[in-house]
């Protein structure tokens, strides 16, 4: 559970999985994008949203200076959102072990990552996540 005051989700946990809850993980433009709700069982909802230096598509690897993809664009970036508040000033990093594309599609069909993210300052309060995806 992230502590108290971790903006935007403050401190609330959750796991999103098959069959129960049905979270997507997609790629779009060069972002990869995590949704999900739980919708039925109350009404949060989490997006997550990673993108390249300048738009560059990303490889597995550790990203750290990670910053608000809206508000730095030419940074490696981030945007969490819960229930629909984010952060404009996002201090963040993210390991990507797995990124699979199909040959033939560039679809995503594989992705693993760990996301460490906190808004307003380094040692603001952490949220974390993990994330899979298996197409």
């Known amino acids: 559970m992230d502590p108290p005051g971790a ?3 403050n401190g609330s946990s959750g796991a999103w999985a098959t069959p129960e809850l049905e979270p997507r993980i997609w790629e779009y433009d060069n972002v990869i994008k995590f949704d999900g709700d739980n919708y039925g069982r109350g009404v949060d909802w989490l997006a997550v949203e990673l993108s390249g230096a300048g738009g560059a598509p ?4 550790t990203y750290t200076g990670v910053t608000n993809r809206y ?3 030419d940074n490696v970036g981030i945007q969490v959102i819960w ?3 984010g952060c404009g000033s996002d201090v963040a990093e993210f ?3 797995t990124l699979e594309r199909d040959e033939d599609t560039g679809r ?3 992705f693993d990552a760990d996301i460490t993210q906190r808004c307003g300052s ?3 309060p952490v949220f974390t996540a993990t994330l ?4």
């Open 7 to 9: 903006f935007p989700v």
């Open 71 to 73: 508000q730095h664009p």
């Open 122 to 124: 380094a040692d603001g």
């Open 132 to 135: 899979h995806h298996r197409a």
């Open 83 to 85: 229930n629909g508040l």
């Open 58 to 61: 990303l490889v597995p690897g």
């Open 95 to 97: 390991t990507i072990s």
């Open 108 to 110: 995503l069909t594989a």
